[in-house]
């Protein structure tokens, strides 16, 4: 069933896991009750639901964890994928020491930076390294994934190092526009315009 | 011409608006270019440009910095308006530290935290108050956008201070579904999963 999910319905998968997780994880909930909770349009719901999980029943609808646990498996939360950070100020350092990850199936395991007064410490036990090691440590231990957290001015720079690293997979939280090989996906995480999207968008919403 | 805008254009304007401000501002740039650089339909970039700005010529598109300031404006960045952070973390700290929100018309003016070791410190010149404080400084500055960085556990808790302090525009990055009174919107930020999304989009995608 899960080749034929439209990219809608993966995006809204995170909002029920989301939502899930807020709930008492031994009960019951129907798909028009996450609807109800989440503001979204029943039928749309039951449809996502099915395409990911075959848990449902008429009316019980579906055990909480049982519906958790197959949204999750769909998006491949059990993996261990190692995720590497560049740039280790408090951002970068708030995602070596966010637990969050490893229930998506990520383990963080590594931050870089060129700064040498930091390399060598160590954050929710994770070390430190020089940027200069990052080509070796990824080669080595297979890395795919790279979250870019360094100053606009040197995120090509960090880039084309993680991809010359075999990182096929950036998440890039410096607004500037990458370039990068073919084969390589990035997506730009860019939290004042998210914040433009919420604020401002009743200025011109007149569509849904 | 703003309010015809549907809301798969205004998802792409931080797009463009990304690319652009990493070109050369006195420059030109045509809608194919654009297109071609982010890998997009040009037909649709054309009209998406068209929509919030008048400055495009035939045969030598828009002056760059011109089209910036359009989409600029049409996104309400030279606004000031003031935002306050809830969470101290290091994750919170990088929120008060980025001096990126400027440029988008938002204010980031003190952070929150209940513990009273850093209570009193500033960042980036920016205060951090005791959470009890938050009513009376967003009552009084008339503060309507929070962000929350805080564990998932209190994350309820600060969001009921929040819109009991008259916030109506929530960014929330602990990954717990947020209940709010009617009038107030709240975008969930969850770092894992848009890695998820990034990462796994393979895995399911037969669309586009």
């Given at each position: 069933m899960a080749k034929n999910i439209t990219s809608q319905t993966l995006q809204r998968l995170p909002l029920y896991l989301s939502y899930l997780m807020s709930?008492?994880?031994s009960g019951n909930i129907s798909a028009t009750a996450i609807a109800e909770a989440l503001g979204l349009n029943d039928v749309q719901v039951r449809k996502d639901l099915a395409s990911v999980s075959r848990g449902g029943r008429p009316?019980?609808?579906?055990v909480t964890f049982e519906l958790i646990s197959d949204i999750g498996r769909f998006l491949g939360f059990q993996n261990h994928d190692g995720v590497v950070v560049a740039g280790m100020g408090n951002f970068g350092k708030s995602m070596l020491g966010f637990d969050g990850f490893s229930e998506y199936g990520f383990d963080v395991v590594c931050g870089f930076d060129c700064?040498?007064?930091?390399?060598g410490e160590k954050i929710n036990s994770k070390p430190i390294l020089h940027i200069s090691e990052l080509k070796n440590f990824c080669r080595e231990r297979n890395i795919k994934i790279g979250i870019i957290t360094v100053p606009e001015n040197s995120a090509q720079e960090v880039c084309d190092m993680m991809t010359d690293s075999g990182i096929v997979y950036i998440l890039n939280f410096a607004s500037v526009h990458l370039n990068v090989p073919r084969g390589v996906r990035v997506h730009n995480e860019n939290i004042p315009i998210s914040l433009a999207m919420l604020a401002r968008r009743s200025f011109f919403e007149n569509d849904t």
């Open positions: 709930l008492e994880k009316r019980t609808g579906y700064n040498e007064s930091i390399v």
